[in-house]
């Protein structure tokens, strides 16, 4: 008579999935429990526990399998000449003062120290295979110890003009990491911007930047700065405020570089219904002309003039 053959014994679940399992239901438990809560709560109680459970909700995100990105990593060390710029950081032609260049993990920033603040900063974005989650919060300004007027935030305070960051923290902090998003609040990266501008456009930047852009494209290079008058006015211990921002973004199409550049007055006119980015398009030329540096100074003549002449219509 044929021995019977004994059944396998039951797999055991590894101890990675059991502890995302138990996890799991901790905190199912407590989104049970807080949502209770923000029923029965008082509206103040209601903000702490709404905000709380974004917290949690984005936690469970960070355990959850990510899908693998169809496009690898673009991979460049430090010494790579497009890692912070595309064809070159920008060199003084006619800007009055001289540039002191300070690099960091992801950006480099042009510091004036005679107006006491960034001319500009150059850094690349690009789709991180492994997406780093920020929280949406901001670090204290901290002063650059690197600058000799070494400017703290409480110098900056003004009625209408708010310290605003001139490289942006959230997408550096996607593809860069935690310590990348930090050195963003250093004071060298801090500049004074009117009120007015931040709630037009400023605030829709970052996701633009860290959305939009870094979904169409593979890598983004960002060079933003600030645009002076021949005499400005200043404040606190001899800060200038600038008259205009302008961006400029380079991204590369079919082995080809294309540019779009934009300049947002400091304060813009109001206008019936919504301002859009493409009410402030402009050619490099005209950015040129107004800051006194050469942007892109690498790329050939011929490539140069055709996409300096004219602006670029926006890719999203």
Not at 28 to 55: D, M, Q
Not at 244 to 272: D, T
Request: hydrophobic share 40%; with cysteine.
């Amino acid at each position: 008579m044929p021995r019977r053959k004994k059944a396998p014994p039951p797999k055991k679940a590894s101890r990675g999935n059991t502890v995302f399992l138990v996890c799991a239901i901790l905190l199912l438990n407590g989104l049970a429990l807080g949502t209770v809560l923000l029923i029965l709560s008082t509206p103040k109680e209601r903000h702490f526990c709404g905000n709380w459970l974004s917290r949690q909700v984005s936690g469970l995100g960070r355990w959850l399998p990510r899908a693998n990105s169809s496009s690898p990593q673009p991979t460049r060390s430090q010494d790579d000449e497009k890692y912070y710029a595309y064809a070159g950081l920008p060199v003084s032609v006619t800007y009055p003062y001289a540039i002191s260049t300070f690099t960091n993990i992801a950006y480099t920033v042009g510091y004036c120290e005679v107006r006491k603040g960034p001319a500009w900063v150059a850094y690349r974005l690009f789709q991180p295979e492994n997406r780093h989650e920020m929280e949406p919060v901001s670090l204290p300004l901290r002063a650059d110890l690197r600058t000799v007027s070494q400017i703290r935030s409480d110098q900056l305070a003004h009625v209408d003009f708010l310290p605003e960051l001139l490289a942006s923290a959230n997408p550096i902090g996607i593809c860069y990491g935690k310590d990348a998003w930090k050195e963003t609040f250093l004071m060298s990266n801090i500049t004074p911007r009117h009120w007015r501008l931040r709630d037009l456009l400023w605030n829709e930047w970052d996701n633009q930047l860290s959305r939009r852009m870094t979904s169409r494209f593979r890598e983004v290079w960002v060079v933003s700065g600030a645009v002076f008058p021949s005499v400005a006015v200043k404040i606190g211990p001899g800060i200038a405020i600038p008259s205009a921002y302008y961006h400029i973004l380079l991204v590369e199409s079919e082995g080809r570089p294309k540019i779009m550049s934009f300049l947002l007055p400091q304060q813009p006119a109001h206008q019936p219904g919504k301002q859009e980015w493409n009410d402030f398009l402009v050619s490099i030329n005209e950015l040129e002309a107004r800051t006194g540096f050469d942007f892109f100074p690498s790329l050939k003549n011929s490539n140069q003039t055709s996409l300096e002449a004219r602006p670029s219509p926006l890719p999203w």
